[in-house]
């Protein structure tokens, strides 16, 4: 079955897309917890960060590249923002389509629930 992020990936769920590659794509969150939370998701589906082979382990490198681009897109460079992945049940994943929180717009506290 496909996840939702599979479903806004092939474009069968609408979602604001803030950046898209042929690896990746950056949303919107749709119940953001910030002024601004994005979400950057590999269009190849993980489960989690276990399930990501060691072939396959540049892709981290290739979405960190895309949060580099997004926070300077969003003006998010100068002030600061959180990256979050939310890893299994105890990290409090409710997705199981790895992706990785963008949250800024504001002061975050430490240290999270
Ligand atoms: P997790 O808890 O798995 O780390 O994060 C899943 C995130 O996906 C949550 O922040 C949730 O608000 C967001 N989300 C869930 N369903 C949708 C959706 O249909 N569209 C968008 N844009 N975000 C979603």
Do not use: C
Request: proline share 4%.
């Amino acid at each position: 079955m496909k996840s939702i992020f599979e479903k806004i990936i092939d474009h069968e769920l609408s979602a604001e897309i803030i950046y898209e590659d042929g690896l990746s794509i950056v949303i919107k969150d749709i119940n953001p917890i910030s002024p601004k939370h994005f979400l950057v998701i590999p269009k190849k589906k993980y489960k989690n960060i276990e399930s990501i082979s060691s072939n396959d382990i540049h892709i981290f490198s290739h979405l960190f590249s895309i949060i580099q681009k997004v926070v300077a897109q969003e003006d998010l460079d100068e002030n600061g923002y959180r990256v979050v992945i939310n890893n299994g049940e105890y990290g409090g994943q409710t997705i199981d389509h790895l992706h990785i929180h963008i949250i800024g717009g504001r002061i975050l506290r430490w240290p999270p629930g």
